[in-house]
């Protein structure tokens, strides 16, 4: 069963899941209270999470990483710098037609002001690999444990000290859970308990899901009526929490079972493309998005959407070449 269990964290097993959620993150965000209280983007945004901290734990851990920044972390920026800009051009001017200063627009290419705030996943990506390189390249023998969990508690101090909302937060930990699996998965530990937790872990999603469900549609109609909505963000955002790890086993579980729901041609496609499908939907949620749910609208943002990633991954492919 271990064998199978790989199959998850198989490098095009993983590139296939992420193309598939990054299709689901673009219809929360095309679809919202709709879709978002049945298939909230934090639990696919938390497999982009997870994937990200095993890639770079696997590949990198106990090795040297000079040339680490310009493989991950420039390699992402030069994306994520296309993406802002566009967003700020076409959103921001065009559509919105605000007027542009110099400064902010420095500030949301850096990362510090988010132009367009579906990139906080992206800022905290690149976070991230700046603080793998300090960990494992400036101060290799600082306890792992001791330092990832140091580092977790400040980020969450950030993101409340600068207001960046409880959506940026509610997901990340699943990180974590990638750099624990990488280090672990070749122990006797991990072997022995590995299938009886995605096994147990996939059954607990379905309570953990009808719970967060409950939840949203209590939030939902509660504004609705313009009722008090109290400490049930707060709640949610860690039903939400536990409810993405416990995805990532399910997930993993259905994959174990039936991996060749993920094969094809169609799949295939999304998988090259779903950083670009991440980085460039929400320039069509924010021009054409109703103020009602419209599934015919949701339908022409997720094709716009995947036309212009085709269109910008070959062009961020031929200008990281340079």
């Known amino acids: 069963m271990n064998d199978d269990i790989l199959k998850f964290l198989e490098v095009d097993i993983s590139k296939r899941v992420r193309g598939i959620a990054a299709v689901l993150v673009v219809l929360g965000h095309s679809v919202p209270y709709v879709i978002n209280i049945f298939i909230p983007g934090a639990f696919f945004v938390g497999l982009f999470f997870f994937y990200s901290g095993y890639g770079v734990m696997k590949k990198y851990y106990g090795r040297v990483l000079n040339g680490f920044i310009e493989k991950r972390f420039i390699k992402l920026w030069i994306p994520y710098i296309f993406a802002q800009l566009i967003f700020l051009v076409l959103v921001n001017g065009l559509f919105m037609q605000q007027n542009l200063k110099f400064k902010d627009i420095l500030l949301c290419l850096f990362g510090f002001k988010l132009a367009n705030t579906s990139l906080w996943y992206i800022f905290e990506i690149m976070l991230f690999y700046i603080i793998f390189y300090i960990k494992y390249h400036l101060i290799p023998n600082v306890n792992d444990y001791l330092f990832w969990g140091t580092s977790y508690v400040a980020f969450i101090i950030f993101v409340q000290v600068f207001n960046m909302g409880l959506y940026s937060w509610q997901a990340t930990h699943c990180l974590y859970l990638g ?23 996939s059954c607990l999603f ?95 943002i997720v094709v716009l959407t995947i036309i212009t990633a085709e269109v910008m991954h070959n062009i961020h492919r031929k200008v990281l070449k340079c």
């Open 179 to 201: 750099l624990f699996v990488a280090k672990m998965e070749n122990t006797n530990t991990y072997k022995r308990i590995s299938s009886k937790a995605i096994l147990y872990g």
């Open 206 to 300: 379905y309570v953990a899901y009808l719970f967060f469900v409950f939840i949203s549609f209590r939030i939902y109609f509660c504004q609705k009526i313009n009722k008090s909505v109290g400490i049930l963000p707060y709640i949610k955002t860690f039903v939400t929490m536990l409810t993405c790890i416990l995805f990532i086993f399910w997930v993993a579980h259905i994959i174990e079972k039936r991996h060749g729901l993920i094969k094809g041609k169609i799949v295939g496609f999304l998988s090259e493309i779903s950083l670009e499908v991440y980085l460039y939907h929400f320039i069509f949620v924010r021009i054409l998005e109703p103020d009602e749910p419209n599934i015919i609208c949701a339908g022409l």
